[in-house]
T-cell receptor, first 116, second 111 residues
Framework: ETGVTQTPRHLVMGMTNKKSLKCEQH?????MYWYKQSAKKPLELMFV???????ENNSVPSRFSPECPNSSHLFLHLHTLQPEDSALYLC???????????????FGSGTRLTVV | KNEVEQSPQNLTAQEGEFITINCSYS?????LHWLQQHPGGGIVSLFM???GKKKHGRLIATINIQEKHSSLHITASHPRDSAVYIC?????????????FGKGTKLSVKP
């Protein structure tokens, strides 16, 4: 365990379903991130929350809806997804603001999502 | 063309071999990360560096800022080193979280 916990580890959902991915960290970090990893493609940043406020939304379709109720928890709500949304969704956290050289990232184990 | 390029894409080695994975980038950066991803999917941060060289156990990471190039070396490789190694850069002046990732190098170490 890295200190960032993601649930569930695997999820199969139909295109009309609504589901949520959960991420939890108790590292005292003040920023949390959602990344998408598709086959044969680099990780793509989806959302960034800093001090519980969304600071970046990287042109993600509205069928993905993030929520950060407090600094330790991050959710990704999913609805009416498409098969091409099947991917590994990774959560990460960090301590530090801005693109400085003095903070690192801690990643979760990811949720393997399959949309059928 | 991706702003972060890794080579090779795939690498097979025999146990005990010295391994080098390369990363070149085309943007100004404030830091570079080397990450390890095992088949289960989880990612572990190996190094974060902005200059020079870092060593942790059998792993060594170097960076040459002028040449925009970094290398990850594994000495005395072992089958448990088999994983995907990902290079990611923090884009200088970019917004928080603006990591740019390479596609990864898949390493397989045979016993």
């Amino acid at each position: 365990e890295t200190g960032v916990t993601q649930t569930p580890r695997h999820l199969v959902m139909g295109m009309t379903n609504k589901k949520s991915l959960k991420c939890e960290q108790h590292l005292g970090h003040n920023a949390m991130y959602w990344y998408k990893q598709s086959a044969k493609k680099p990780l793509e940043l989806m959302f960034v929350y800093s001090l519980e406020e969304r600071v970046e939304n990287n042109s993600v379709p509205s069928r993905f809806s993030p929520e950060c109720p407090n600094s330790s928890h991050l959710f990704l709500h999913l609805h009416t997804l498409q098969p091409e949304d099947s991917a590994l969704y990774l959560c990460a956290s960090s301590q530090g603001q801005g693109a400085t050289a003095n903070y690192g990232y801690t990643f979760g184990s990811g949720t393997r999502l399959t949309v059928v | 063309k991706n702003e972060v390029e890794q080579s090779p894409q795939n690498l097979t080695a025999q146990e005990g071999e010295f391994i080098t994975i390369n990363c070149s980038y085309s943007v100004g950066i404030s830091a570079l990360h080397w990450l390890q991803q095992h088949p289960g999917g989880g990612i572990v941060s190996l190094f974060m560096l902005s200059s020079g060289k870092k060593k942790h156990g059998r792993l060594i990471a170097t960076i040459n800022i002028q040449e925009k190039h970094s290398s990850l070396h594994i000495t005395a490789s072992h089958p448990r080193d088999s994983a995907v190694y990902i290079c990611a850069v923090v884009n200088y002046g970019g917004s928080q979280g603006n990591l740019i990732f390479g596609k990864g190098t898949k390493l397989s170490v045979k016993p």
